[in-house]
């Protein structure tokens, strides 16, 4: 005697709603990504607009302009090295 049929097949039963769930989860990502996406470009162009103009026309960052920058408003020939007290000795000077 053969076994009783279930009625329906196997894979209309099971696969096809995997293979919906699986479909339907991909395009709902893309939707929301894609979303997500479009807010953060449009705030960075509201950004861009938002800015001055001296701003958006700035020159690129230089490291040996900054460097040289830097050199001529520090004096590195006369300078003291003054110790940063430590939070014990801050503790300790209030008490004492």
Known sequence: MAPPRQG??????????LLG???GGFLG???????????QDAQAREL???APV???RAKRFNLEEEL????????????ENKPVPRPKQLAEGEDG
């Open 21 to 23: 769930l699986t479909i």
């Open 8 to 17: 329906v097949h196997p894979f209309l039963r099971a696969g096809v709603p």
């Open 48 to 50: 861009d607009l938002r």
């Open 68 to 79: 040289a920058r830097l050199k001529g408003e520090v004096d590195l020939e006369h300078y």
């Open 29 to 39: 990502l893309k939707f929301f990504v894609q979303g997500r996406l479009d807010v």
């Open 54 to 56: 001296s701003k958006q």
